[in-house]
């Protein structure tokens, strides 16, 4: 798609012709997720950098396995939750102008992208795959996977747009 197939899309489907970044987002996801299952099994690991390996974790919990010796409930409560954080991004994505707002719209595509990729694994799974693990020398980053990766450039782009908008109202 060229930039100006993009810009003629946007114009024509509003914000909404970012999905199809989420859609990417969601079967990237899914797909390295599938070829680590499909060549791992739990906790085998394979170094790929001295400061980087690949290895198949199972996350019952959220973030830095937040909550994963939980009695199950948890699942149920990150499922809701990625839930309704996508559902409350397609309103905003939905509601935002056709134009001038791209930062904006792709920070929030991503972010439901990853969201509705690890709700994907806690549905089927009852888990979520992580499986890309940085570390150097003693210090360790906890796994993660292409869904978390997703939502930290979103989150880092609705920052920046946030600043720059900011500046923007301030210059006016």
């Known amino acids: 798609m060229s930039a100006s197939d993009a810009k003629q899309a946007t114009s024509k489907f509003g914000a909404w012709a970012w999905l199809w ?3 990417a987002v969601i079967v990237l996801d899914q797909w390295t997720k599938w070829l ?6 739990e906790f085998q690991s394979v170094t790929l950098l001295p400061v980087f390996d690949l290895v ?4 019952e919990g959220a973030a830095f396995s937040f ?26 994505l ?6 001038g707002q791209s930062l904006l719209a792709a920070a929030l595509a ?13 549905i089927l799974l009852g888990h979520v795959i992580d499986f890309i693990h940085v570390h150097y020398q003693q210090w360790y980053f906890p796994a993660f996977n292409v869904a978390d990766s997703s939502i930290t450039v979103g989150a880092g782009l609705l920052i920046l747009d946030s600043v720059l908008s900011g500046r923007r109202a301030a210059a006016n």
């Open 21 to 23: 970044l989420t859609l």
């Open 36 to 41: 680590i299952t499909s060549n791992f099994v």
């Open 56 to 59: 198949r974790l199972h996350n």
């Open 67 to 92: 909550l994963s010796n939980a009695s199950g409930w948890q699942r149920w409560l990150f499922t809701a939750l990625g839930l309704g954080v996508s559902a409350g991004l397609l309103v905003w």
């Open 94 to 99: 939905k509601r935002l102008p056709s134009r």
């Open 110 to 122: 991503l972010i439901m992208g990853g969201a509705l990729g690890n709700v994907i694994d806690r």
